[in-house]
């Protein structure tokens, strides 16, 4: 019998949910395991990542992976004791735990405003909140069922309670944070070796030393607890770094921190370091990095958009002006050369007329990052309006503007109208600084003229003013 196509998406479905639920299997056993390290009493963990796989899998991908997590917890806490032997204290956490985290899962993913990766301060604000009340329920049915079945005095209660939300608040939101970063990288959203490129090398390294020296001094030398409290140094450097680094680089920053931290506890014991107050320490370090990461995103966000054009991402004509005429300033003290060049589409109105006002902005992306391809680093690009753009060249000679403009015509050139084989040409009007009066207004008003003259003479040439009869320019400029 012929195999159809839908029975092969079928299959590929199942597979997916299977090869899904073996990797949530396998990680939830994993981590369970690992927060077993940091056991501080019989079924209270000081650290507790494994939930944060409940949150994620049914956030990501719907309540049909609640079963799956049912069977991960069965087999993550089997490796303590087999669930077949389990009693009903085991059972009732287990059910409390699949109970509470996957319904935030569901939350999480009915918010629209939630987001993984993390890189929107509402995101991680809805993330903490959800998962603190979340926390803190689930750690109150904790407590109650231990004291139900077990027995308990009032005192250990409420130890137990802290344990168990601040645990776990700091372990999913370890996990969620690695895994955001994980994600982003998968999807290629940020190019890493920036790390390398804008010396992050260094504060990373600074971190590192710090979060180590702190932890040293306080778990090693076995200074007393009343001391342990200066432990709380090693929010600074992960303070510092996410407010000036932004997201990412605040959740690898904390995971540093914390995994340096968590490394003295597991090999150094926790004698001096009561388990409460690396739990909090821990919890702290995540939401502060989260909160002020993504606060500094947002801002960043809000700037570039109230500077730059939505659609090309280039400069917008007020923050062109303001950054030219401070190049402008910055040329004319040093005595260095500065070109303008004013870019404008020929028959614009052509595309989008002919093909549209979507392929027309497919176009006016394409010309600005040709632009883009062809601008130095320190030069300046603004789209001025319309089908208008501007360039600034810093340290440009009258013959180097002329031979970037000529490379920017030709490659304009190449730019077809979408699904058509119609090039795209383009005028290009030069100026240049050439006497410590000039102002920016006219330079680009005699760019704007050379502009005039290319479109007026033919179109898809470059005109210097320079080589102007400003003149004749002038005058027929008038006439139109
Ligand atoms: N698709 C799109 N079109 C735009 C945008 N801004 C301006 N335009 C269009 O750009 C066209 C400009 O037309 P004109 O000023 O007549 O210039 P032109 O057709 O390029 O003619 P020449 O400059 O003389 O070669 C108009 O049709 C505007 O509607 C935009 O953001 N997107």
Known sequence: MAITQGRLMMLSTKMIFLLRSLLLIFLYTFLWNFAGLFEIGNLVSAFYPAAGVIVFFVYRFGPIYILPSAIAVMVGASFVDPFWQWGAIQI???????????????????????????????????????LSVTSFL????????????????????????????????????????????????????????????????????????????????????????????????????????????GIRFALFSAICVNTTAIWHYIYLGLSNYPAIELQTLFSVNLVMAMLLGASLEERKTALF????????QMLNRKAFFQESTALLERCKRQKRNMAVLMIDIDHFKVVNDNWGHEAGDQVLMQVAECCRQICRSTDIQ??????????????????????VAERLRLSIS???????????????????LLTIDDTLNQLLKQADLALYTAKRTGRNKCQSASTLNTEDASLNLKAT
Do not use: C
């Open 414 to 432: 190449s730019i077809l109208v979408p699904k058509t084989d119609t090039n795209i040409t383009t005028s290009i009007g030069i100026s240049h």
């Open 305 to 312: 958009d109230a500077t730059h054009d939505s659609l090309t």
């Open 92 to 130: 009732s956490m287990a059910i409390r735990q699949l109970f509470f985290y996957s319904i935030l899962g569901l939350v999480l993913k009915k918010t629209s405003k939630f987001s993984l990766p993390l890189n929107r301060l509402s995101s991680v604000t809805i993330l903490i909140g959800s």
């Open 138 to 245: 689930s750690a109150l049915t904790a407590t109650f069922l231990i004291s139900t079945f077990v027995g308990i005095d009032t005192d250990q209660e409420l130890n137990i309670i802290m344990s168990f939300w601040i645990g776990d608040l700091g372990g999913i939101l370890l996990f969620l944070a690695a895994l955001s970063l994980f994600l982003d990288f998968y999807f290629k959203n940020y190019d890493y070796n920036d790390v390398f490129q804008k010396g992050l090398v260094y504060p990373i390294l600074l971190l590192v030393i710090i979060s180590s020296a702190t932890t040293l001094l306080f778990v090693a030398t076995g200074l007393t607890t009343e001391l342990g409290n200066f432990g709380y140094l090693i929010l600074l450097p992960v303070a510092w770094a996410s407010s000036f680094y």
């Open 382 to 403: 603004g789209r001025l309006g319309g089908e208008e753009f501007a360039l600034i060249l810093d340290d440009a000679g009258p013959n180097q503007a002329i031979a």
